[in-house]
């Protein structure tokens, strides 16, 4: 059965299903750095929605473990709200990967005195590689501010991290049970004070990204079933 943190011939890791009552999976191609869907060709139940489209190109077919899989070409650059309007909740292990990308971003911003001030996901991008960043321009939606901000305090480093954290919380829906979760609650502390850095918030959500072995060399090792249809 497949699991988060599985590596699919010996190249996609799995982060996580890619919605709930679905077999498709959120991958990362650990081989060109992106990010891909996985979904069993033969085994999938009656009635359940395919993620992404059933149109997404078909970008390899591997065995393993006597099933086949289909790696599906994932959707090209969209903002979060977007993406969970098309499927509804993420992966943790995605949302933990990209997360940390965000953190890292805003970390390196607070550094230089910086703040953004609408982190939401409107603000959100992310792309088929799985890269984040964060885009200017519009306000930021009010149910993503921090609760000092609400109550009329001025934003800040301490807010922004708040906001991250409801960001991601959405993300994944608020009720996984994952590590991913504990740590985005640091991120959510009512209090201001007792909420981590953004630079600490990159290091706990790196903590919880699915993480394996790194994948032998291909040394012209058989290709699945179909070879190798790789979508660049």
Not at 116 to 136: F, K, L, M, N, Y
Not at 165 to 189: D, F, I, N, S
Request: with cysteine; charged share 20%; hydrophobic share 40%.
């Amino acid at each position: 059965m497949a699991r988060e943190g599985t590596l699919i011939g010996d190249r996609y890791r799995l982060l996580g299903p890619a919605g709930p009552g679905t077999v498709v999976w959120h991958a990362q191609d650990e081989r060109l750095d992106r990010i891909v869907a996985v979904k069993p060709l033969f085994d999938e139940p009656p009635a359940v929605p395919a993620i992404p489209a059933p149109r997404a190109a078909i970008c390899d077919v591997v065995d393993q473990d006597s099933t086949t899989y289909l790696v599906l070409e994932y959707p090209g650059a969209r903002t979060l709200t977007e993406l969970l309007g098309e499927q509804g909740t993420l992966a943790p292990g995605l949302v933990a990967r990209f997360g940390a990308r965000l953190a890292a971003e805003l970390a390196a911003a607070h550094d230089d005195g910086v703040l953004h001030a609408a982190v939401d996901p409107d603000h959100v991008v992310i792309s088929a590689e799985g890269h984040a960043g964060i885009v200017g321009g519009g306000r930021a939606l009010r149910a993503f501010l921090a609760p000092e901000v609400l109550d009329g305090g001025f934003p800040d480093f301490p807010a922004e991290v708040y906001s991250l954290g409801a960001t991601l919380y959405a993300a994944v829906g608020g009720e996984q049970r994952h590590p991913l979760t504990e740590a985005v609650v640091h991120l959510l502390h009512p209090d201001p004070t007792a909420r981590p850095t953004m630079a600490v918030a990159e290091e706990l959500l790196n903590s919880v990204t699915p993480r394996g072995p790194e994948p032998a060399p291909d040394h012209g090792a058989p290709r699945g079933v179909a070879g190798d249809y790789r979508c660049v």
